[in-house]
């Protein structure tokens, strides 16, 4: 009986990892389809939130884009550049009020830099796969149940830990007088003997 548990629960790992790699497959493969569809989407942006401004709906429809995407566009590109420096000239040009040629020319270099950096990521992966491939063949590849146990066993030990920790944190920060017991009255005998 546990044998056969633990044949079905393998057998529903390897499914999931399958599942798990089709998926990274999937996505990697739509983000680099949108990638390619990066300056259209800015330059539709720009017509939303530029002069003069164009309702949302009349613009995904006329450029037959996708709503929920281009909504996280408008969000994307309206977010301040603190973090996204690239943006700062595409900002700085919505708030000038730029027309259309200086926007398809700012959505076309965000988008180059996109495709750059795409691509410098399937080198460095290319890279990395060779690697991996070289790797010593006499070291055997964990496999993913033992890797969870042995977290699971961590984790539960860690667990127990920390009560014990938060108790001795706690003790360290009260006054002596409180972290020493009271002695009952009559428990402890006088260490004296008497003598009569």
């Known amino acids: 009986m546990v044998d056969e548990y633990k ?3 393998k057998a529903i790992e390897k499914k999931e990892e399958l ?3 089709f998926m990274q497959t999937e996505s990697t493969q739509l983000g680099q389809t949108l990638a390619l569809q990066s300056s259209k989407y800015m330059v539709a942006a720009w ?3 530029g002069e003069p401004k164009e309702e949302v709906a009349k613009v995904v429809d006329k450029e037959r884009l996708d709503y929920e995407l281009f909504d996280r566009w408008l969000k994307f590109l309206a977010k301040p550049p603190r973090f996204y420096q690239h943006l700062t000239k595409w900002q700085e040009m919505i708030k000038s009020g730029g ?3 200086e926007a398809k020319k700012l959505a076309d270099e965000f988008q180059t830099l996109v495709l750059e950096v795409m691509f410098e990521r399937k080198e460095v992966n290319d890279e990395n796969d060779v690697i991996k491939a070289k790797a010593l063949s006499g070291t055997k ?4 149940g033992e890797a ?3 977290l699971r ?3 539960r030990f860690l667990s127990r830990l920390r009560p014990r920790a ?3 944190a706690d003790r360290a920060a009260e006054p002596l007088h409180r972290r020493l017991p009271a002695r009952p009255p009559g428990r402890f005998r006088s260490r004296r003997r008497h003598t009569t």
Request: net charge negative; aromatic share 0%.
């Open 7 to 9: 044949a079905h629960d």
């Open 148 to 150: 969870a146990e042995r």
């Open 99 to 101: 027309d259309a040629a």
């Open 19 to 21: 599942l798990d790699d």
């Open 47 to 49: 017509r939303v939130t």
């Open 166 to 168: 938060q108790v001795d």
């Open 141 to 144: 590849k964990k496999e993913r």
């Open 153 to 155: 066993h961590q984790r």
